[in-house]
Structure formats: C-alpha cells, structure tokens
C-alpha cells in the first residue's frame, strides 16, 4: 500500500546507523552497494519527513556503514517482536522494589501494543529530548481505528513483553493496596481523622459515664432501689423448736438487779405462781443483805420491786416475791427424773446482763456432785447440788434461770459453770462458759421452793454422822471424833439406827458409787428427810449392807 513513503528498500533491524556516522545521498540510489540509512533516522525524523541536503561519501566507508550491527538470525526473529516503524527507543525502565502494600498498576496507555491493537487511552507520556519535526509535505490520512470492544482482560502478568515500537508503558502489575486517586496517586489516608474522631468520642463518652456514676452514687441511683425480700411470715414456729420454746417461756422469765451495801449483781429467775413468787439463786440475792434492794425486770420491760422470802445456801436457791404486779404467767415445772443423757434443753438469761438471752444445747451428764461458794470460810455457805451437766452456754448472769426441754418445762435452774481456771465455782464468778454448765434439778428445786414459801427456811436430810472431810482414800470415812471432841456418831441419830460406827468408809449409796465426802453430801441431799437409803460399807476390810432412813435439819 503506497502510504507516501519513498519505495526504496527499507533497512534491515540489524543495520540500523549508528549516530554521527553519515550515509549516503538521495542520487546514489541506482547503486549496487548496500542500502545506506536515511539521515533522518539518525536526527530523530521520522519516515515520510522532507530530510536534509546530505553529503556524499566513498563507497567503503558506505559499505562500512551498511555492515550489520550483528550476524543475521536464520529464523528471522527480532527480540522485541515483529519489525514495525521506527519510533524513538523508551526511556529505562528500572525495576523497583515492590512496597509491602503492592505494586502499583499504571493506567493503560493509547496507541498499539505491538500487534496492531489500539489500547485504551492514556494520558501523554512526557516529550522525548528530540528535534521537532521538519514539515511535512505530503502525507495521506492515517487510517481511522474504531475503539475495540471492551472485554475483560485476563489478570497481567508479572512482567508483560518489552515493545519497542510502541510508546512507553509501564507493566501492569495486580494491585494490592489501596485505590489510585483523581490526580493519579494514592487516595489520602484516612485513618487518621478517624482515629482522632474515635478518640474524641471515647473521651465524651467516658465523661459523661463518670459524671453519671458520681450523681448516681452520691445520690442512691436514678432511681430508688428495691432489693428482693420475702413476705412477712407472722406464723408460729413448732412448739418442740428453739424459737418455739423461747417464744412460750420467755414472758416468765425475768432479770433480778441487787445492790447492797457493799455490792452488786446480776441475775435471773422464773415466776412460780401468779402470787408473784420468783425462784433464782442465793448466791443471786445474796448482795441485798437485810437492808439491800432488789429489782425485778419482766421480758416486756416492766420493772418492780422484790423483797427475800426464804433462801437456803446449802442449796443455793432463793424465793423473791414481787407486789402489785398482775398478768404473771408462771412457768411450768417438769420432773427431772424423766432427763436422759442427750436430751436436747434451752437455757433462759441474762449474761453479763443481756436480758431475754437464749442458747441451746443438750443433756451432758447427770449426777454431778458439784459445791460451791465456800467465800466464809466456815463452810456455812458451801452448797452442795446433784446437779444436771449442759452444754448449753451459760455466763455470769445466767444464775436462777430456768433449763427447759422440749415442752418449754422447767427441768433444772442455772446455778454454776466449770471455769477454766479456777475450777468448779458459782455461776457468778467472772468466767466465760467453756460448755460446762450446771443446773441444780428442779425435782430438788420444787421442795426447797415449796419449803421457803411456806416456812421461810428449808429442810436438809442427815444421817447423823460427821465424816472426815480429809481423808483422800476411796468413799465417805466416817471420823473418829466430832467438832465438840464428842462422838461422831450422833446418839439415836439415823447412822446409829442403821449400826454405822466411828471409821466406817461408805462406798455406795442407793446402788451408785461414792468416791468421796462432798459426793455423800450431795447424793443424801438429793433426797427428801424420811427417805430410805441402801447403804454400803467396809469396816475393818469387811464389807457390809445396812438400811438407814434419813433425818431432818433446819438449813440456813
């Protein structure tokens, strides 16, 4: 196709001129030497261009010219694809490092890509360092492409084929970081103002939390809370419980306040009629004196006045009476025979003066042969109790109380505790209970009550013997002597009615062992005047069994 262009033959790609290096002239066309290189090639102007006035040159410096660059291919295959117009050579490509967030892919570029398609429309690459082009004289209309379809490309690969024949491009490599923007580069980061406005919001936020948390804390909450709770249960608890024997024996129990001339104490007691008679301890009342005073104070607050009506300190019990006090409700009384060993059982007080004070615990022991007082020193004042042993805790100020069972009875009064330190002493001693607590029973109780409310003064069994009070072997010696120098066995006393003579030892009684003389006053004592006991004994390393009935003594 005639495209304006000269028909001369065109150079091969391998005889390009070099520059600077001159060829020869339009009029040596008809010779046979090799084809020279227009001029124009070499200044940069391009095929169909008016060149300049050319000089001539020798022949061998023409065939030196024309001499190939390299040796012919025998396949005829150029290294950057089929032999197309001369263009300008692309500018150096160096191939950078790819950053950690991908290589960018350029826009595609217009013009052919090497095998006659028209690629799409890219913006101009900057001019080359060439001359301008001379002007041109005549050339026909190139001819006009139709802009090929679009399609979807297959992904490039890493490195697309170097054209040289068309214009400069950079490969097109897959992008992996973030998109290109209107100007061409790399959208503005907008992580930034994000995190600032993140921040902000966080800040606000956490300040209206803490001011809302402070008002709620100064002020009990926006709103008024109502934690969960259950309904009110008025119903009853079980007769044979804790809460229920509290609730039936409390209102007969009451707080007795003495002052005497020289001291004070603390301590309880329990109504027995609705004559306003009160049972508690001696060693309670004991402070008053003749001249002291004694309060009594009820479970529901009431105090009254209370003056001694009999009281008995072999036995440690007392009766107290109240006056024009109506509504008592008196507390009922149980046999102490019937308690067995881990019975459960209540004890009512006042320790350390805590008025209306419940603990519980159990039967421990029974029969324990315990004295007490003993502060005269004539012995005048020793008590001597069988006493019932509990658990249940019991403190200075639970003296006189009542130890109830299960059906809120009186079974024993409070009397003593086993102190840590000192022993066996009188509940009203400074000592805190260890869980050894004493009860005198209230089957002993009853009598010695009924005896002071009556007379005034109570009744002790004897067996008209004084015993050896000394003697550290096994069981009750009888003395040889009595206090007076007299003997020490009373005449036409009980112990001589039942044949006990000077030097007996007395090793049981009523079948239950005695270990000592304290412990036979304590088992005789359990017992009325009148009764009988079957006694044991040795004398001389024999044993022997009598039958004695007991006496009577007024106590004090």
């Given at each position: 196709m005639d495209d304006g262009k000269p028909t001369?033959?065109?150079?091969?790609?391998?005889?390009?001129?070099?520059?600077?290096?001159?060829?020869?002239?339009?009029?040596?066309?008809?010779?046979?030497?090799?084809?020279?290189?227009?001029?124009?090639?070499?200044?940069?102007?391009?095929d169909g261009a008016e060149a300049e006035p050319t000089r001539s040159v020798a022949p061998e410096a023409v065939r030196q010219a024309a001499r190939p660059l390299h040796e012919p291919d025998q396949y005829s295959t150029p290294p950057y694809g089929g032999p197309g117009p001369w263009?300008?050579?692309?500018?150096?490509?160096?191939?950078?490092?790819?950053?950690?967030?991908?290589?960018?892919?350029?826009?595609?570029?217009?013009?052919?890509?090497?095998?006659?398609?028209?690629?799409?429309?890219?913006?101009?690459?900057?001019?080359?360092?060439?001359?301008?082009p001379l002007p041109q004289q005549s050339q026909p209309p190139l001819p006009q492409h139709s802009p090929p379809q679009q399609h979807p490309q297959p992904p490039a690969p890493q490195w697309l084929q170097y054209d040289p024949w068309g214009a400069p491009r950079q490969p097109l490599i897959t992008n992996s970081g973030p998109p290109l923007g209107p100007d061409g580069g790399r959208r503005r980061n907008r992580r930034g103002p994000v995190l600032v406005g993140a921040l902000l919001l966080a800040l606000v936020a956490?300040?209206?939390?803490?001011?809302?948390?402070?008002?709620?804390?100064?002020?009990?909450?926006?709103?008024?809370?109502?934690?969960?709770?259950?309904?009110?249960?008025?119903?009853?608890?079980?007769?044979?419980?804790?809460?229920?024997?509290?609730?039936?024996?409390?209102?007969?129990?009451?707080?007795?306040?003495?002052?005497?001339?020289?001291?004070?104490?603390?301590?309880?007691?329990?109504?027995?009629?609705?004559?306003?008679?009160?049972?508690?301890?001696?060693?309670?009342?004991?402070?008053?004196?003749?001249?002291?005073?004694?309060?009594?104070?009820?479970?529901?607050?009431?105090?009254?006045?209370?003056?001694?009506?009999?009281?008995?300190?072999?036995?440690?019990?007392?009766?107290?009476?109240?006056?024009?006090?109506?509504?008592?409700?008196p507390l009922p009384l149980g046999n102490s025979d019937n308690v067995q060993v881990g019975d459960p059982v209540v004890a009512i007080g006042a320790p350390f003066d805590l008025s209306n004070t419940v603990t519980s615990g159990i039967i421990s022991a029974k029969d324990r042969p315990i004295t007490a007082g003993g502060e005269k020193g004539d012995g005048s004042d020793i008590s001597y109790v069988d006493a019932l042993q509990t658990d249940a805790p019991i403190n200075p100020g639970n003296s006189g109380g009542p130890l109830v069972d299960t059906d809120a009875h009186v079974i024993g009064i409070n009397s003593a505790i086993r102190a840590a330190d000192s022993g066996s002493t009188t509940e009203g001693g400074q000592a805190g209970s260890i869980g050894l607590g004493f009860a005198i029973p209230i089957n002993q109780g009853k009598r010695v009550a009924e005896e002071l409310i009556n007379t005034g003064k109570a009744t002790h069994p004897v067996i008209g013997v004084t015993l050896d009070m000394k003697y550290t072997g096994d069981g009750a010696k009888v003395g040889q002597k009595g206090a007076d120098g007299t003997s020490s066995v009373a005449p036409d006393g009980p112990g001589a009615k039942a044949g006990?003579?000077?030097?007996?030892?007395?090793?049981?009684?009523?079948?239950?062992?005695?270990?000592?003389?304290?412990?036979?006053?304590?088992?005789?004592?359990?017992?009325?005047?009148?009764?009988?006991?079957?006694?044991?004994?040795?004398?001389?390393?024999?044993?022997?069994?009598?039958?004695?009935?007991?006496?009577?003594?007024?106590?004090?």
């Open positions: 001369e033959p065109k150079a091969k790609w391998w005889s390009r001129p070099t520059p600077g290096r001159s060829t020869r002239t339009a009029s040596q066309e008809s010779s046979p030497v090799e084809d020279a290189v227009p001029l124009a090639d070499a200044s940069g102007v391009r263009a300008p050579a692309p500018p150096v490509q160096r191939p950078v490092p790819t950053p950690a967030h991908g290589t960018p892919v350029p826009p595609p570029h217009a013009g052919t890509n090497g095998a006659g398609t028209t690629a799409a429309a890219q913006p101009p690459a900057p001019a080359a360092a060439f001359p301008p956490g300040g209206i939390g803490g001011g809302m948390g402070a008002y709620i804390e100064r002020n009990g909450g926006l709103t008024q809370v109502e934690l969960p709770q259950d309904e009110r249960n008025l119903g009853g608890r079980a007769p044979d419980s804790v809460a229920g024997i509290a609730a039936s024996a409390l209102p007969s129990v009451v707080t007795l306040h003495v002052s005497g001339s020289t001291e004070s104490g603390t301590g309880t007691g329990f109504v027995l009629d609705a004559r306003g008679h009160i049972l508690t301890n001696n060693h309670v009342v004991a402070p008053a004196g003749s001249s002291g005073e004694i309060t009594v104070t009820f479970s529901g607050g009431e105090t009254a006045s209370a003056e001694v009506v009999g009281k008995d300190s072999g036995y440690d019990l007392a009766v107290v009476k109240v006056s024009g006090v109506s509504g008592l409700k006990i003579q000077p030097g007996d030892v007395i090793t049981e009684v009523d079948g239950r062992r005695v270990h000592s003389g304290e412990e036979l006053i304590v088992k005789i004592r359990s017992h009325r005047p009148g009764d009988r006991l079957e006694l044991k004994l040795t004398r001389g390393g024999k044993d022997l069994s009598m039958t004695l009935t007991l006496g009577s003594a007024t106590g004090t």
